[in-house]
T-cell receptor
C-alpha cells in the first residue's frame, strides 16, 4: 500500500517568490495534516483537514500561507510571498478519522529560500 | 500549555548496547503518545503508539513505556545496531487531534 506522497521533495526559490507543495494522503484517510519542521526542532502543526474542511488552522500564518483540499483527498499548501525564515521542511501526514488514530507521515518537502 | 522535552539531545553508543531515550511532558491530560524515527532528509516513521490507558507497547527490539501521572515516557532499544542511527521524536496528543512534538534525540550507534 502506498504511503503519504509529497512533491516536490526539494525546492529552492528566491525570497518574495511564490511556492506550492502537494500532498496525496493514504487512501481512505479522511484527516490530513500539514506540519512545519525547522532545523533541529520537532514538527509543528500548521493546519488539519477533516475531508475538505479545515478544522484547525490556528497556527497557519494566514497573511502569506494558504492551503486547500478541494475534493477531500489531496492537498496543496502555498506560500506567497516566501520569506527567508520560511526555509524548513514541510511535512504532510494523514490518518483515519477519529481521536487516537495513528498519523502517517510523508517524506516532506525541504524548502530553501535564498 | 503542553511542553515536551527529550533527553538527551544527542547520544552516541557502541553497537550492541541497550539504551533508553527519555521523553517528559508537562500536562498529564493526554490522549496518547507516539514515538517516531526520522532519518536525515526523510519523513517520520511511526515506531510505537501508546494510548493513555496503556502502560507500554513493544515491537521487536523496541519497548516504550508511559507513566501519565509523572508525565514521562521512555523508549528502550535493545541490542542497538548501526541501522538504528536516526533522530527519535516523541509526540503527545493533548486530548485533541494535534500532536505536540519534542525536539528529538539524535542517536548514533557505532559499529
Amino acid at each position: 500500500e502506498a504511503g503519504v506522497v509529497q512533491s516536490p521533495r526539494y525546492k529552492i526559490i528566491e525570497k518574495k517568490q511564490p511556492v506550492a507543495f502537494w500532498c496525496n494522503p493514504i487512501s481512505g484517510h479522511n484527516t490530513l495534516y500539514w506540519y512545519l519542521q525547522n532545523l533541529g526542532q520537532g514538527p509543528e502543526l500548521l493546519i488539519r483537514y477533516e475531508n475538505e474542511e479545515a478544522v484547525d488552522d490556528s497556527q497557519l500564518p494566514k497573511d502569506r500561507f494558504s492551503a486547500e483540499r478541494l475534493k477531500g483527498v489531496d492537498s496543496t499548501l502555498k506560500i506567497q510571498p516566501a520569506e527567508l525564515g520560511d526555509s524548513a521542511v514541510y511535512l504532510c501526514a494523514s490518518s483515519l478519522a477519529g481521536e487516537g488514530t495513528e498519523q502517517f507521515f510523508g517524506p516532506g518537502t525541504r524548502l530553501t529560500v535564498l | 500549555k503542553q511542553e515536551v522535552t527529550q533527553i538527551p539531545a544527542a547520544l552516541s553508543v557502541p553497537e550492541g548496547e541497550n539504551l533508553v531515550l527519555n521523553c517528559s511532558f508537562t500536562d498529564s491530560a493526554i490522549y496518547n503518545l507516539q514515538w517516531f524515527r526520522q532519518d536525515p532528509g526523510k519523513g517520520l516513521t511511526s515506531l510505537l503508539l501508546i494510548q493513555s490507558s496503556q502502560r507500554e507497547q513493544t515491537s521487536g527490539r523496541l519497548n516504550a513505556s508511559l507513566d501519565k501521572s509523572s508525565g514521562r515516557s521512555t523508549l528502550y532499544i535493545a541490542a542497538s545496531q548501526p541501522g538504528d542511527s536516526a533522530t527519535y521524536l516523541c509526540a503527545v496528543r493533548p486530548g485533541t487531534y494535534k500532536y505536540i512534538f519534542g525536539t528529538g534525540t539524535r542517536l548514533k550507534v557505532l559499529a
